[in-house]
C-alpha cells in the first residue's frame, strides 16, 4: 500500500506570504495526486489534479508540482479565505491514500 | 448540478452492522466511479472503498477489508456501504464520493455520522 506523507502538519502564516506544502508518496505514483482544501464543518473542496492541473473556479493562486513521489502545494499569496486544512490524495492504485494534513493558521 | 446525499449513519453497538446509502442525480451515475471517504472527530481523511463503474473493481481500505462492502445500484442511482463488525475506530463523518473521469475525487457529498457505542 502507499503512505502519503505531508508536511508540516500546521503551518503559521501571513496574509500575502508564499506557502508551500509537501507530499511524498512511499513510492512512486506519476502524477496522479490530488489535493483539497477542507474548512470546518465542511466537505473537501478539489482544488488540483493530477499534480499540476487546476479545477475549473481554483483561483491561480494555487499551484502544484512533482511527480513521481514528491508534490508541492503553493499558494502564491495567501488570502484571508485561504486558512483552512489541505490535505494531498494519491489515486495512481487501490487502495487510495490521503496524506495527514496540513493545518494553515493565520499568524 | 452533480448531488450526493448519504443516509443510514446513526447510533450503533460495537460489532452490529449498518448499511449507508449514497442517492445520486444531476449526472450519469453509470459512467462514473464512486468512492467512500470517512472523517473521525476532529481527525484527516480517510479512503475506505472504491467502485468502478460496472462493479467490476472494487477496493477497500486495509482497516475495513473483509468487514465493509462496496455495492451499487446503477438501476437506483445509488452507492452503498455494508459495515459489519463495526468498531469504535469506525465512528465517523462517512462521505460519498465521485470519481472524475480521471478517477480524482470531484465531488462530494455532506456525510452522514456513524457513530460506535455501547
Known amino acids: 500500500d502507499i503512505q502519503m506523507t505531508q508536511s508540516p502538519s500546521t503551518l503559521s502564516a501571513s496574509v500575502g506570504d508564499r506557502v508551500t506544502i509537501t507530499c511524498r508518496a512511499s513510492?512512486?505514483?506519476?502524477?496522479?495526486l490530488a489535493w483539497y482544501q477542507q474548512k470546518p464543518g465542511k466537505a473537501p473542496k478539489l482544488l488540483i489534479y493530477?499534480?499540476?492541473s487546476l479545477q475549473s473556479g481554483v483561483p491561480s493562486r494555487f499551484s502544484g508540482s512533482g511527480s513521481g513521489t514528491e508534490f508541492t502545494l503553493t499558494i502564491s499569496s495567501l488570502q484571508p479565505d485561504d486558512f483552512a486544512t489541505y490535505f494531498c490524495?494519491?489515486?495512481?492504485?487501490?487502495?487510495?491514500?490521503f496524506g495527514q494534513g496540513t493545518k494553515l493558521e493565520i499568524k | 448540478e452533480v448531488q450526493l446525499v448519504e443516509s443510514g449513519g446513526g447510533l450503533v453497538q460495537p460489532g452490529r452492522s449498518l448499511r449507508l446509502s449514497c442517492e445520486a442525480s444531476?449526472?450519469?451515475?453509470?459512467?462514473?466511479?464512486m468512492q467512500w471517504v470517512r472523517q473521525a472527530p476532529g481527525k484527516g481523511l480517510e479512503w475506505v472503498s472504491g467502485?468502478?463503474?460496472?462493479?467490476?473493481?472494487?477496493g477497500y481500505a486495509d482497516s475495513v477489508r473483509g468487514r465493509f462492502t462496496i455495492s451499487r445500484d446503477n438501476v437506483k442511482n445509488s452507492l452503498y456501504l455494508q459495515m459489519n463488525s463495526l468498531r469504535a475506530e469506525d465512528m465517523a463523518l462517512y462521505y460519498c464520493?465521485?470519481?472524475?473521469?480521471?478517477?480524482?475525487?470531484?465531488?462530494w457529498g455532506q456525510g452522514t455520522l456513524v457513530t460506535v457505542s455501547s
Open positions: 493530477k499534480a499540476s
Open positions: 490524495q494519491q489515486y495512481n492504485s487501490y487502495p487510495y491514500s
Open positions: 513510492q512512486t505514483i506519476s502524477s496522479w
Open positions: 467502485i468502478s463503474w460496472n462493479s467490476d473493481i472494487l
Open positions: 464520493v465521485r470519481s472524475s473521469s480521471w478517477y480524482y475525487i470531484d465531488y
Open positions: 444531476g449526472f450519469n451515475f453509470d459512467e462514473y466511479a
